[in-house]
C-alpha cells in the first residue's frame, strides 16, 4: 500500500512511501484490540472509591428497642444496613484495577488499528513539520490545509516537539503523540491518523520487534 506525501500546506511533495502490509495491511483482530482498550481503561482507574460497611460506621452499639413483644422484626443496631444511615452491605472498597497484558497482544491490537484506518483511508503522510514557537493558529491552518477541520485527528511525531504539542493541546479534537507512544484507544478514536514521514518507520521498528 503506497500513500502520497503531502506538506504542511496540503500539496503533494510527489513522494510516496509504502507501508508495511505486516502492519497496515492484516486481518484485525477484534478480540485483541478490545483486551488492549480494556486494560488501558483499566488502568486509568484510581480505585479509590469506599463506602463504610456496618463496623466503620459512628454510631451508638445500643440496643435500639427490646427483643420480643414490639410487633416487629428485632433490631439489634442503628448500624444495620436496614436503617438509613447504617453501613452499606458489600460497599466499594479501595483496590487495583489494573492487569497485565502479553506484549504480542498489544502489538497485534495495534497493528488491528492501524489496518482498520488503512482500510477506511485515515492515514495522512505528512513530511515533518515544526514551529517556531507554540502556535495554536499555525496548526490550526495545517488542519485547514490537510482538509481535517473539525475532524479528530492524532499527529504521530518521531520525538518530542514541545512547540507541537503546545500548540495542539488547545484543540479539543487535535492530539499529537511521539511514535514509541502510540496505542490502540488513540488510533480508533481518532477519525484520521496523521504520520509523520519519518514515523513510519519508527511504528515499523516498534510492532516488529519481539
Known sequence: ??????NSNGQETGRKIKLS?????IEPNDHAIYLDVK???ANRRQGTHKSKERAEVSYSTKKLKRQKGTGGARAG?????VFVGGGRIFGPKPRDYSFRLNKKVKQLARKSALSYK??????????????DSP?????????????????KTLFVIP????????????LQNSKVVVASDINT??????????????SVKSIENLLTQN
Do not use: C, W
Open 1 to 6: 500500500m503506497e500513500l502520497a506525501v503531502y
Open 21 to 25: 502490509s505486516e502492519i497496515f495491511g
Open 39 to 41: 486494560q488501558m481503561l
Open 77 to 81: 443496631s442503628i448500624k444495620s444496613p
Open 118 to 131: 488503512a482500510k477506511d483511508n485515515g492515514i495522512v503522510l505528512v513530511e515533518g513539520f515544526s514551529f
Open 135 to 151: 502556535s495554536t493558529k499555525n496548526f490550526t491552518g495545517v488542519l485547514n490545509s490537510l482538509n481535517l477541520q473539525g475532524k
Open 159 to 170: 520525538e518530542q516537539n514541545q512547540n507541537l504539542y503546545l500548540s495542539s493541546r488547545n
Open 185 to 198: 484507544f488513540d488510533i480508533l478514536h481518532a477519525n484520521n491518523v496523521v504520520l509523520f514521514e519519518n
